[in-house]
Every structure is written in C-alpha cells, then in structure tokens.
C-alpha cells in the first residue's frame, strides 16, 4: 500500500515536472523573431564587434575599481554573460543552418570518408563551442577559455641540479 503511494506520488512530481518544462520551453512569437535577427547578424562586422564588446572586461574593472561602484559592475557582469549565452547560442545556430544547407541529396555515398570528415569538424565545433557555454555559465564571460597553469610553479629547491651530469665512463660502470 506504502508503495502504491509513493509511486503515485513519483508519478505526479514526474509530471508536473514535464509540464513546467514544456511550460519553460514554449517561446512567444516575438522572441522567436529576435533570436532570428541576433542569428543573421553573428557573423557581421557589427555582430563581430559586439561579441568582442561582450566579452571584453574592461569596463566592468573600470566600475568596480576605478569608478567604485560595485554593485552596478556585478549587474554588468550579469547582463553581460546572458548576451554572451544568446550569442553562442546565436552562433551554434548559424552553424546547424549552416550545415543543414550545405546537404544537398546528390552529395556522395553515406559512408564517404568526405561525410565523415564533416562529422568530425561538426562535433569539435559543437565541443567547442559547448565549452565555451559551460564556461561562461559557470564563471562568467570574462573568465578564460583556456585554464591557467600558474599554479605549477617550477621547481627552486635545488634539489635538482646538484649531481654532476657527464658522459658515463666504463671505469664507472662497475
């Protein structure tokens, strides 16, 4: 009976769970309409400068060091790394729209290995540009792609170095 219950209650929680999903999921008319204009526009010169304006920091240290307002620096940052999820996702679908038409239906065979070719840069293309997403969703768009190693510092000690290297003699050898 205990089970029954449970699994009732399991079932419920599964669907109002869907039912706020597709709820979330359903978009208006005119934001459907922006997001087209903001995919025509990526790959534009003024597109092009934006993105840069995006993730440039310079502005957002300029108000929180230098101007002291640090509150108004973190809404920046927030707004700022929204644009920049809207523009990668931008850019991802100007690439799908650009691949679905590069497919034409007298391209060569299935397995060919041009297809493949394809394939391969597609998917590195959607790696790297959903890293870049994780990136910028978790530590904001001003964050680095590319990890810092300035943890790894060299080895001072003296440890190494101490021996002598040279050539190994035979008289040695024993």
């Given at each position: 009976?205990?089970?029954?219950?449970?699994?009732?209650?399991?079932?419920l929680?599964?669907?109002?769970?869907?039912?706020?999903?597709?709820?979330s999921?359903?978009q208006?008319?005119?934001?459907?309409?922006?997001?087209?204009?903001?995919?025509?526009?990526?790959?534009?010169?003024?597109?092009?400068?934006?993105?840069?304006?995006?993730?440039?920091?310079?502005?957002?240290?300029?108000?929180?060091?230098?101007?002291?307002?640090?509150?108004?620096?973190?809404?920046?940052?927030?707004?700022?790394?929204?644009?920049?999820?809207?523009?990668?996702?931008?850019?991802?679908?100007?690439?799908?729209?650009?691949?679905?038409?590069?497919?034409s239906?007298?391209?060569?065979?299935?397995?060919?290995?041009?297809?493949?070719?394809?394939?391969?840069?597609?998917?590195?293309?959607?790696?790297?540009?959903?890293?870049?997403?994780?990136?910028v969703?978790?530590?904001?768009?001003?964050?680095?792609?590319?990890?810092?190693?300035?943890?790894?510092?060299?080895?001072?000690?003296?440890?190494?170095?101490?021996?002598?290297?040279?050539?190994?003699?035979?008289?040695?050898?024993f």
């Amino acid at each position: 009976m205990i089970a029954a219950i449970v699994y009732s209650i399991l079932g419920l929680l599964l669907l109002v769970g869907v039912a706020v999903f597709i709820r979330s999921s359903r978009q208006r008319p005119e934001e459907l309409e922006e997001r087209r204009e903001l995919d025509g526009s990526v790959w534009d010169t003024e597109g092009l400068s934006v993105a840069e304006r995006i993730f440039d920091p310079r502005d957002y240290c300029w108000l929180r060091d230098h101007a002291g307002f640090p509150r108004l620096a973190e809404s920046l940052r927030r707004s700022r790394q929204r644009m920049a999820l809207e523009w990668l996702g931008a850019v991802r679908r100007s690439f799908d729209d650009l691949l679905k038409a590069s497919e034409s239906p007298d391209t060569d065979a299935a397995g060919s290995p041009v297809n493949w070719n394809l394939l391969r840069q597609a998917l590195r293309f959607h790696f790297v540009v959903g890293y870049a997403y994780f990136v910028v969703r978790f530590f904001g768009p001003y964050h680095s792609l590319v990890p810092s190693c300035r943890w790894m510092r060299p080895e001072t000690s003296g440890r190494f170095g101490h021996e002598r290297l040279g050539p190994a003699h035979s008289s040695r050898l024993f």
